[in-house]
């Protein structure tokens, strides 16, 4: 009987999750819109665990190191306060140093591009007449074009019914960009509000989860989950240490090298990989590319050799820096950390090429530990068949030899005296 009933509440069950799966997919539009807004509603909160999460690191370093001689409880709040201010300071102190070097220097930069583009643009244009001249064919095709008609009434009218009906448009749209500036200041205030109680009560927080947890789950499901949120937490740290660091030293070898090689725009080019190098894979080369842009403003032929310089220090930098840096801290292998990538890119874009990364490394450890204990249980199970198989058959073989010896003390002669 109770088996029955298990099975039939077993069946209950997943008739509810399918019809639940059903009305997903029949009204998937309003889900997912539910969804969005549901987490819009929770944006602030999520990018205050996202800076707590981030300041924790420094403020960890500091507790566990610089202010490790402090004991008892007011010297332990006291602890928790100086070192979230100077986990704050820090991060202001880095930043303020980056934008006060380089914001003179990106203007300087730019100062420079946009005093030298007009001679670029002539070079172009000059270059172009040449090759007119050379190839006169090209020139055909440019008199075709210009020989096509243009409906200059038409496109007056189109401009006119524009201006009159875009006016309102572009004064909605300004309502709505400025509005979306000053919630987004709102929402980043509560966020660092929110980041700080949490990094304030962190032992709280986390021991009523354990709470909650063991109050609502059975023992053996609450250590899996601590277990997972565990190795995320391990693993997000240790990427975005890594991450941080790597970029770092990246930047810094492009600047030691360009200034060697006696390459333009050194720093900026510099701290421009090491801002998009954060972006694993694809961000190094986008600061090539914007690199060697500025760099063929000013010489078309040191724009190539940065273009070599970058190749090379790519391959230095992922065979020798990139393993010793990160080490087996992700423990993913390449091929995932692009399909990573990919999909972080296509639904989050740049926060999600970060987050995927420790995500599918977490997914990717928990899988492989899954796989390698099913395995070691079928061939223990494989094996203990085969050992009482063998067992018996020495047993039955030891039978039939004993029946052997019986038999033939049964056909001794018996010899009468």
């Not at 019809?19 to 509603?41: H, K, N, Q």
């Not at 490790?68 to 201010?85: F, N, P, Q, Y």
């Not at 995927?356 to 199970?381: D, H, Q, W």
Request: hydrophobic fraction near 50%; proline fraction near 4%; charged fraction near 20%.
């Amino acid at each position: 009987m109770e088996s029955g009933r298990e099975k039939m509440r077993q069946i209950r069950h997943l008739l509810v999750l399918a019809a639940l799966l059903v009305l997903a997919l029949i009204y998937s539009r309003e889900v997912f819109r539910g969804i969005s807004f549901f987490f819009r509603i929770l944006q602030p909160f999520l990018w205050g665990g996202a800076i707590a999460f981030a300041l924790n690191i420094p403020m960890k370093c500091y507790e566990e190191k610089l202010l490790a001689g402090w004991k008892g409880k007011s010297a332990l709040r006291m602890k928790r306060s100086v070192s979230i201010v100077l986990s704050i300071v820090s991060l202001l102190v880095v930043v303020s140093l980056v934008v006060g070097t380089v914001m003179p220097q990106f203007a300087k930069t730019f100062s420079e591009v946009g005093a030298k583009a007009p001679v670029f643009i002539e070079e172009v244009v000059e270059e172009l007449e040449e090759l007119a001249r050379k190839y006169p064919e090209l020139t055909g095709q440019v008199e075709k074009l210009e020989q096509l008609e243009v409906d200059w009434p038409a496109m007056l009218d189109n401009v006119v019914d524009f201006l009159k009906n875009g006016a309102g448009d572009m004064l909605s749209s300004t309502v709505t960009v400025a509005s979306s500036i000053i919630s987004g200041v709102v929402n980043m205030v509560i966020a660092f509000i929110f980041a700080l109680y949490i990094l304030a009560q962190k032992e709280r927080l986390e021991n009523q989860g354990r709470r909650i947890l063991s109050a609502f789950l059975p023992a053996g499901a609450k250590q899996k989950i601590l277990k997972v949120l565990s190795m995320l937490y391990g693993n997000f740290s240790s990427f975005l240490t890594g991450q941080c660091l790597e970029a770092v030293i990246l930047g810094v070898m492009f600047v030691i090298c360009m200034s060697i090689f006696q390459m333009p725009y050194a720093l900026t080019i510099g701290v421009l990989i090491a801002f998009t190098a954060l972006i694993p894979i694809v961000g190094a080369f986008i600061g090539c590319g914007v690199g060697a842009f500025l760099i063929l403003m000013d010489n078309p032929l040191q724009a190539l050799w940065f273009v070599i310089l970058f190749l090379v220090l790519q391959q230095i930098e992922g065979n020798l820096i990139y393993p010793r840096v990160m080490g087996n801290s992700v423990g993913l292998p390449a091929i995932w950390i692009l399909v990573a990538v990919s999909l972080g890119g296509s639904l989050f874009g740049i926060a999600g090429m970060l987050f995927f990364i420790p995500l599918m490394s977490t997914c990717y450890s928990l899988l492989r530990e899954t796989v390698n204990v099913r395995n070691r249980e079928k061939t223990a199970g494989g094996g203990k068949p085969q050992k009482e198989e063998e067992k018996t058959l020495s047993a039955g073989s030891a039978d039939r030899q004993l029946m052997g010896k019986r038999s033939l003390v049964k056909k001794e002669p018996v010899h009468k005296k």
